[in-house]
Every structure is written in C-alpha cells, then in structure tokens.
C-alpha cells in the first residue's frame, strides 16, 4: 500500500520511540523507503543501530554530518521525500515547530522542508498534552497545514491515565496509509458487514462457518482510508476493530439483521460481506442439551434466518448496495443468479475453499454488464481495488 513512498521518520525523546522500530517494519513491508533523523533526546531512548539495522539505510542524527556529500542534510534528506512522520512527536519538539525554530538536524529538517508534507504522532504526559501552551502550539501547527495524527487516550508510562499517548504502530500505518489515498468516499456513510454468524442450539453450542472476517475488515479500513464514516456490523471475528471504523458485534443472524436494518436508510453504500448462517435453529434450548441414555440424538429444527442483503436492496431510498458470493463450483453462474435474485447492482464472488480464512483472494466482480476476473492478490490490495469499483460507478 505504500509501494515507491519515500518517507523520513524522525524520532525525538519519548519514551515511545519504542513503538516507532515497530511502525517502521511495518511500514517497510508495505513497500515504502524509510530514511530515519533521530535528535539527540530520541537517542537516549532507543539507539541509531536499531533503526539502521531495521531501514536497512543509515541513520541521521547530526547536523553536521559528513557523510552526505554536500554536508547538507537537513535540505537533501526532505528533498525526494513524499512525507515526512514525527513519531514521537515530544511537547518540546512540538513547541519548536511552531516557533520556526532549527538548532538541530530535525528541526532544520523540518523547516527547510518545501512543500513536503509533514505529519506528527505526539506522545506526552496528559498534563503536558493539555497544558495551554501546548494545545496552543498544536493548533498553530494545524493552521500551519501539519497534520496531527492522534494522540491516543489510556495507559501512560508515568502511571497516569488520559490523553496524550503516542497512537499504536498498526494506527500510525493506517493513518500513513490513509494519507496517500485517493479520497474517492470523501464523506460518504458506509455500512457494512463481515464475518460469520453463529446460531445457538443451547447456551454452549452454535452453529458457525469458517469465515475469518478479514475481506470484510480489509474493505471497511479501505473506506475509512478513502474517506468514508464507516460502520461495521460484525460476526464474533478474532479480528481488532479496523483503525477508525465503528463496529458493533453481534453473534446471530437476526441480531446482524436487526443492527443492520435500524442503520440502513441513514447510510449511501451498504456492503454485505458476512457469512450469514442461512437458517437458526428454531428449538434451541435454553439449557444445555445432555447425552441421551439411548444415545439418541437431538432432533434439531431449522427456520430461516432474513436474507439482509435482499431487504436492504428492496428499501425504498436505501443505500447503493454491494453484495457478495462464496461458492464452492459454477462459480459465475451461482453469482450471476445470486446478484439478480437479490436485486443488487454490484456484486463479487470468489471461490470458498481459496478465499475463506486466507489472506489472499481472486475476485470475480458482477454487474449489469457481465463480469470480471481480478487477478489474485492480497485481501488489502483487493479492498482498495474493490473500494474504486464502487467510487467510479457511483461518482465518476
Ligand atoms: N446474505 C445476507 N443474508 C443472508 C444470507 C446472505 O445478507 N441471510 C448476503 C451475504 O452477506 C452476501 C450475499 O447475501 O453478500 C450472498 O450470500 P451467500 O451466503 O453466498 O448466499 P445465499 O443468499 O446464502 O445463497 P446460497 O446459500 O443459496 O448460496
């Protein structure tokens, strides 16, 4: 997702800096060049090695360094760069930038920067993150045009509790991520659905499917990522909620039906990826079910569970709808007839026993035109491709 991006980290003192080795190797495997500036606080917390041995590049921390070949770091190292990322971003270094000041390599980085885009993680004591002067130099780098990217709220290093804690490795990607998309939803509202459902025949055993919930997940963070307020209506997944989606999880099909149906008329796009279990069990006990002495089995009954995806598409005003086919054989003939049995203007299908619970998936996308195969790819490249199906049908 950052294929070709030439980025510059740069690390100031906080304790933090731990989690930004973290975000680096993530970044890295997402394709991304990352070049490091370290002031000489960052280095009292985590070494130059570290962050050498995982960029695989050297690290700058000098202003005087020698080794670029017109001594001028501080110009050459912002020059090919399509962003620049403080993580950590301390309440000292904060209050630099907004004053213009540059007496290290990272601050003269940072001012000497052009039109390179800037972005800081900021981590700190809550005190120190609600301390006037510091909000106050917080909104003068906003109205700078930086971006602020957090902070997170909860545990801190001091033993305190509250606002200022650098955001997570996984949430600074998604949010770098997001900053390189396409804002193709850009104010859209977009439901959806993911994962399994799971029926009870009494109050330990249910009726469940294999799906993991990761296309479902992957498309709800590439509409977040492209712009869009993204609810997720979610079977039990073992998956964290993606980074700046609102989920609500559910266990049945009739209470996803239910979640889905009080949220669909307030949203443009509905997206239906669960797994949804097509009957439940209709004698399900309310106590366990014992061993029979006979060894007979228990007589278990079935009542269909509401077709979601087929409702939604019938409201009248609802949401553009986006529907999906798991089959195991006659791959384009089962979708095709899925698609025009639920009235639904797009749909995609993939075959069961390559896509669930993989992380790699070959979509055949469906509409009134025919269909197509994507090629196999990974189930993030496959929601970002999805998302664009979508944005260029509905606003070209
Ligand atoms: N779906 C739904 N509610 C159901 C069943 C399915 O909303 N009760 C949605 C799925 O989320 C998916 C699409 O309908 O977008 C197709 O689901 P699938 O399970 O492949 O098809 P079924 O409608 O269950 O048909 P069949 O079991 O005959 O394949």
Redesign the pocket.
């Known amino acids: 997702m950052l294929a070709n991006k030439r980025l510059v980290f740069g690390i100031t003192g906080g304790i933090a800096a731990y989690k930004t080795a973290e975000l680096v190797r993530r970044t890295l495997e997402q394709g991304a060049r990352i070049d490091v500036a370290m002031t000489e606080a960052a280095c009292r917390f985590i070494t130059p090695v570290t962050f050498q041995a995982l960029s695989g590049r050297p690290v700058y921390t000098d202003l005087w360094d020698p080794r670029v070949p017109n001594n001028m770091a501080h110009i050459q190292l912002s020059r090919d760069a399509d962003a620049i990322l403080i993580a950590p971003a301390s309440t000292d270094f904060i209050a630099k930038l907004a004053q213009g000041r540059a007496d290290d390599l990272l601050s003269t980085l940072c001012i000497a920067k052009g039109d390179c885009p800037l972005l800081i993680a900021p981590a700190m004591n809550r005190e120190m993150w609600l301390n006037p002067a510091c909000q106050r130099n917080i909104q003068q780098l906003r109205d700078d045009g930086i971006f602020i990217l957090g902070p997170g709220a909860g545990d801190q290093a001091c033993g305190e509790t509250g606002d200022g804690r650098m955001l997570e490795p996984h949430e600074l990607l998604a949010e770098l991520i997001a900053f390189f998309q396409p804002k193709l939803l850009a104010g859209k509202r977009v439901l959806m659905?993911a994962g399994p459902t799971s029926e009870p025949i009494d109050p330990i055993r249910v009726i469940t499917n294999r799906s993991s919930g990761k296309m479902g997940y992957a498309i709800a963070l590439a509409a977040q990522q492209a712009g869009a307020r993204v609810h997720l209506i979610s079977g039990p997944t073992a998956l964290p909620a993606p980074y700046g989606v609102t989920r609500t999880s559910v266990e049945s099909?009739r209470q996803m039906h239910q979640a889905v149906m009080q949220a669909a008329s307030d949203n443009d796009i509905f997206i239906?990826?669960?797994?949804?279990a097509?009957w439940y069990v209709s004698n399900a006990s309310t106590q366990k079910l014992k061993k029979q002495a006979d060894g007979a089995a228990p007589a278990l009954e079935f009542a269909l569970?509401?077709?979601?995806?087929?409702e939604v598409a019938a409201l009248p005003n609802g949401p553009y709808c986006v529907?999906?086919?798991?089959?195991t054989d006659q791959l384009v003939e089962?979708a095709q007839a899925?698609r025009l049995r639920?009235k639904v203007p797009l749909l995609f299908g993939n075959l069961a026993q390559h896509a669930m619970n993989a992380d790699d998936t070959a979509l055949v996308l469906f509409d009134d035109e025919g269909h197509e195969q994507w090629p196999a790819q990974s189930k993030t490249q496959a929601a970002s491709q999805l998302i664009k199906a979508i944005a260029s049908r509905l606003y070209t």
């Open positions: 659905t099909a239906s990826v669960a797994a949804v097509d569970n509401p077709d979601i995806l087929a529907g999906f086919a798991a089959e089962h899925k639920k």
